[in-house]
Structures are given as structure tokens and as C-alpha cells.
T-cell receptor, first 116, second 114 residues
Framework: EAQVTQNPRYLITVTGKKLTVTCSQN?????MSWYRQDPGLGLRQIYY???????DKGDVPEGYKVSRKEKRNFPLILESPSPNQTSLYFC???????????????FGDGTRLSIL | AQTVTQSQPEMSVQEAETVTLSCTYD???????LFWYKQPPSRQMILVIR??????QNATENRFSVNFQKAAKSFSLKISDSQLGDTAMYFC???????????FGKGTRLSVIA
């Protein structure tokens, strides 16, 4: 089954404790991205990757890091989380860039992070 | 920078009726893509419909259709024969064909009432 898998689904942690949210896709997609969703703000793109070892900043990259060492994985790293990073996070992948083609973006089920 | 505006935070519709969700965007580009995504209570993001700006014909997917007015920078979603399963948050999104992020509106919460 084609899917994007995020882990964990829920996490409560404290300020300053490094955390990583993993994202893996099994569709051999080149394009992957991370979004955060906040009430009243919709979804905002954090980082995206066009292919292995190629990453670019989205609209709200501050406080986040990503890596793309393998095609299937695109982890989101919070080196020193702060309460303003409490949010719902989505990973997505697509065959080509974010919908440019007949192949849509596939989203993971979301990760709810709470930073105390 | 591109912006996307959804002016209706919440809407409701009776089952089997038709509802239209509005979306406007601002861009100076001529080649771009527009999307409507659905987010049900399960929180999954599901692509409903997409439109390429260079296509004049409005996209249609079963009960979902769009009214794309390029000059007015408007991209509304019409849902016909509304069903209870259509209850969700709906997001309009814009993508320039260059190397820029996908930009979402703030969403419209749609409730379908039996």
C-alpha cells in the first residue's frame, strides 16, 4: 500500500530537548516536504526536498532542520524545541514537485507535538 | 510573495444541497497551479481537485468542480449533492511552477447537516 509514515503520532516534551520526527514514503517519490498546521493559519511549509541531498527552506524554516540522505526518508529535526513549535506537523511526498504532474501529494497522518 | 485568502472560516449546508467555497489568491505569475484539499476529522490531507492556470476549462472530479477565474484571481470549489462525509476542513492552495513553497489558505470548516 502506498503511504507516507510519520512517527511519532503524538509527542509531549520539554523546551530544549532535541527531537526528531521521522517520515518515510514507499512510493519512490523524489519530492518530500514538511508542513506545520496551526489554528487560524492553515498549513505552512517548513522545508522541502526535490531529491536526495537537495533541501530548501519553505515559509517557516526557523528552528527546524531536515536531511535527505535517502530517497525514502525525510526527518524533521528540532534541535532545541520551544513552546511556539507546538503544532500539528505533516510530511508529504509526490512524484514531482508538489503537484506538478498528474500525481498528487500524499500526506502522512500528522504528528501532534506539544512543547512544554 | 503569493498569498491565498479563504474568506469563509465556517460554512454549513444541508445534505444533498450544493455549496460553494471561495478562494482568492494574489500573484504576479502567469503559470501556476491551484488545489483544493480536504481535511476530515481524521486529520488526513486529501487532494480534492487541481487546476493548471494555463487551462481555461474548469476542473471537475465527480461531485466537485471549480470555478477558475484567472483575471479575477478566484478559485472557488463547488460541492454538489453534499454528503455527510464531506464534513471537513477545506484548504485552497497555490503553487507557482518555479522553486517556491506550496502556499495554503487558512481553511474553511464545512459542516454538512442531515
Amino acid at each position: 500500500e502506498a503511504q507516507v509514515t510519520q512517527n511519532p503520532r503524538y509527542l509531549i516534551t520539554v523546551t530544549g530537548k532535541k527531537l526528531t520526527v521521522t517520515c518515510s514514503q514507499n512510493m519512490n517519490h523524489e519530492y518530500m516536504s514538511w508542513y506545520r498546521q496551526d489554528p487560524g493559519l492553515g498549513l505552512r511549509q517548513i522545508y522541502y526536498s526535490m531529491n536526495v541531498e537537495v533541501t530548501d527552506k519553505g515559509d517557516v524554516p526557523e528552528g527546524y532542520k531536515v536531511s535527505r540522505k535517502e530517497k525514502r526518508n525525510f526527518p524533521l529535526i528540532l534541535e532545541s524545541p520551544s513552546p511556539n513549535q507546538t503544532s500539528l506537523y505533516f510530511c508529504a511526498s509526490s512524484l514531482s514537485r508538489a503537484g506538478i504532474s498528474n500525481q498528487p501529494q500524499h500526506f502522512g497522518d500528522g504528528t501532534r507535538l506539544s512543547i512544554l | 510573495a503569493q498569498t491565498v485568502t479563504q474568506s469563509q472560516p465556517e460554512m454549513s449546508v444541508q445534505e444533498a444541497e450544493t455549496v460553494t467555497l471561495s478562494c482568492t489568491y494574489d500573484t504576479s505569475e502567469s503559470n501556476y497551479y491551484l488545489f483544493w484539499y480536504k481535511q476530515p476529522p481524521s486529520r488526513q490531507m486529501i487532494l480534492v481537485i487541481r487546476q493548471e492556470a494555463y487551462k481555461q476549462q474548469n476542473a471537475t472530479e465527480n461531485r466537485f468542480s471549480v470555478n477558475f477565474q484567472k483575471a479575477a484571481k478566484s478559485f472557488s470549489l463547488k460541492i454538489s449533492d453534499s454528503q455527510l462525509g464531506d464534513t471537513a476542513m477545506y484548504f485552497c492552495a497555490f503553487l507557482y511552477s518555479g522553486n517556491t513553497p506550496l502556499v495554503f489558505g487558512k481553511g474553511t470548516r464545512l459542516s454538512v447537516i442531515a
